[in-house]
């Protein structure tokens, strides 16, 4: 267990829709990354948050969003979902923003019908 | 722009043998290097890193790797396979500069599979 939570495990949905996963990190760790893995692409960065603040943008689309709460919770955003949106998507913590061992969560796995 | 390349994309093992998963960098510096694994409906587990010290890297579960710069490699080696090593491995390497510093680039990974 990596102390990294992520809710819902899985969440089944339709296109068009809109969903938000949830991403509590380890204790004391101020840094959340979002990571989506689909079999076309690989596993990829999507964004990062520091403290509460973005500080990196990988491929996410425009359609998605995510935010990090004073508690350092994070969200991830999902909207105006497509087939393709169908993946596994990791959220994972550190430290420091750019130190050391990232340790992932479970995963949400969507599927968007 | 860092990546990392892994050479294979399925390996298969007779329990009791020796385990080697391929990797190599690209990287103008000194990179962050990480094996991750990933166990079927699992999230990814961290086997080892390297951040510029000892080249040879002892990680979990009888797993090491040697970062060898002349080579630009990462390669994962185990000496004796055992069945509950079947999984997805993953190379990764750690962005180290400008707003992307942190972040964790991926390779394709390996699929390992380990016969009895």
Redesign the interface.
Known sequence: D?GVTQTPKHLITATGQRVTLRCSPRSGDL?V?W?QQSLDQ????LI?YYNGEE??K?NILERFSAQQFPDLHSELNLSSLELGDSALY?C?S?V????????????TRLTVL | AQSVTQLDSHVSVSEGTPVLLRCNYSSSYSPSLFWYVQHPNKGLQLLLKYTSAATLVKGINGFEAEFKKSETSFHLTKPSAHMSDAAEYFCVVREGYGGSQGNLIFGKGTKLSVKP
Request: aromatic share 22%; no cysteine; net charge negative.
């Open positions: 990596s840094s990354y990571y690989g596993l990829q960065f990062q500080r990196a990988g990791f994972a550190s420091e923003v750019g130190g050391d061992t990232q340790y992932f969560g479970p995963g």
